[in-house]
């Protein structure tokens, strides 16, 4: 089970730290991913990273130098910090785990509930 939390209402420029808590099973043998859905849109990835070796990947460029992953072995927790936040970042977040090192929404078995996140002009 993961429990996304951290959304809010922030303005441009600012930050947040989203945190995802893994509960139920052990995930760290999984990738943890990062993904969000915009009002209107599909669902897209954000981010990953393999639980193993903390190997990460960035989707999209918009993102790259703003956005870091990470994740706590004690706390069972993957954390999303958002720095720099601009408008078209608002969106619901989702985490997710999956067996595999993919940006496909379809490979991740287990996805937590979503937190909001929303970025004033």
């Known amino acids: 089970q993961l429990q996304a939390s951290g959304g809010g209402l922030v303005q441009t420029g600012g930050s947040l730290r989203l945190s995802c808590a893994a509960s139920?099973?052990?995930?760290?043998?999984?990738?943890m991913g990062w993904f969000r859905q915009a009002p209107g849109k599909e669902r897209e990835f954000v981010t990953l990273?393999?639980?193993?070796?903390?190997?990460?990947?960035y989707g999209d460029d918009s993102v790259k130098g703003r956005f870091t992953i990470s994740r706590d072995n004690a706390r069972n927790a993957v954390y999303l910090q958002m720095n720099s936040l601009k408008p078209e970042d608002t969106a619901v977040y989702y985490c997710?785990?999956?067996?595999?090192?993919?940006?496909?929404?379809?490979?991740?078995?287990?996805w937590g509930q979503g937190t909001e996140v929303t970025v004033s002009s």
């Open positions: 139920g099973r052990t995930f760290s043998s999984y990738v």
């Open positions: 990273i393999r639980w193993s070796d903390k190997y990460t990947y």
């Open positions: 997710a785990a999956g067996s595999r090192v993919t940006t496909e929404v379809r490979r991740y078995d287990y």
